[in-house]
T-cell receptor
Framework: DQQVKQNSPSLSVQEGRISILNCDYT??????FLWYKKYPAEGPTFLIS?????DKNEDGRFTVFLNKSAKHLSLHIVPSQPGDSAVYFC?????????FGTGTRLQVFP | NAGVTQTPKFRILKIGQSMTLQCTQD?????MYWYRQDPGMGLKLIYY???????DKGEVPNGYNVSRSTTEDFPLRLELAAPSQTSVYFC???????????FGNGTRLTVT
């Protein structure tokens, strides 16, 4: 029973273009959503978050969009850079628990 | 600041052996979590704690135990290791439920 789903295991984008990573969830009780970035042999690091009362949050090159009616969120990276190559996890919070998706591996090529 | 520190970084266990994965944080966070990451499966919550003396089960608690006697430490115990527990284990902490988690660098465990 996967409550948070990232249906694209990988994504390849050219440097300078937009990267769009998608995430779907099933539990309408989730009230806070986050994106994490993970490099090999390191723990995930926080990237950006959004509360369920908002539909957009922006931080530099990173923007997260939330569509509650569709139970869908997305992360936009503009412009994409080679250093953005990593695995990206979306996560959703229900009370004290944070539930993660399966991750999308982003590769940004020159 | 060290943040969240996990030890050991790597470990190989034989089936049936036991071990404790250590996790300590120096940020005075009340909330602490243990996750495991299997290939293609994302991170699954094993146990979590909202403060010293309080622990609760996550999504996949079977085969594990935890304790939280201090704010800083949240050890994860495997009593009878099984091959299904081969995974990378991450400990994390946060100051509030809606605060981002700070993760350690993980412990890679192999059970053979």
């Amino acid at each position: 029973d996967q409550q948070v789903k990232q249906n694209s295991p990988s994504l390849s984008v050219q440097e300078g273009r937009i990267s769009i990573l998608n995430c779907d969830y099933t539990n309408s009780m989730f009230d806070y959503f986050l994106w994490y970035k993970k490099y090999p042999a390191e723990g995930p690091t926080f990237l950006i978050s959004i509360s369920s009362i908002k539909d957009k949050n922006e931080d530099g090159r990173f923007t997260v969009f939330l569509n509650k009616s569709a139970k869908h969120l997305s992360l936009h990276i503009v412009p994409s850079q080679p250093g953005d190559s990593a695995v990206y996890f979306c996560a959703a919070r229900n009370t004290d628990k944070l539930i993660f998706g399966t991750g999308t591996r982003l590769q940004v090529f020159p | 600041n060290a943040g969240v520190t996990q030890t050991p970084k790597f470990r190989i266990l034989k089936i049936g052996q036991s071990m404790t994965l250590q996790c300590t944080q120096d940020m005075n966070h009340n909330y602490m979590y243990w996750y495991r990451q299997d290939p293609g499966m994302g991170l699954k919550l094993i146990y979590y704690s909202v403060g010293a003396g309080i622990t609760d089960k996550g999504e996949v608690p079977n085969g594990y135990n935890v304790s939280r006697s201090t704010t800083e430490d949240f050890p994860l115990r495997l009593e009878l290791a099984a091959p299904s527990q081969t995974s990378v284990y991450f400990c994390a902490s946060s100051s509030r439920p809606n605060s981002p988690l700070h993760f350690g660098n993980g412990t890679r465990l192999t059970v053979t």
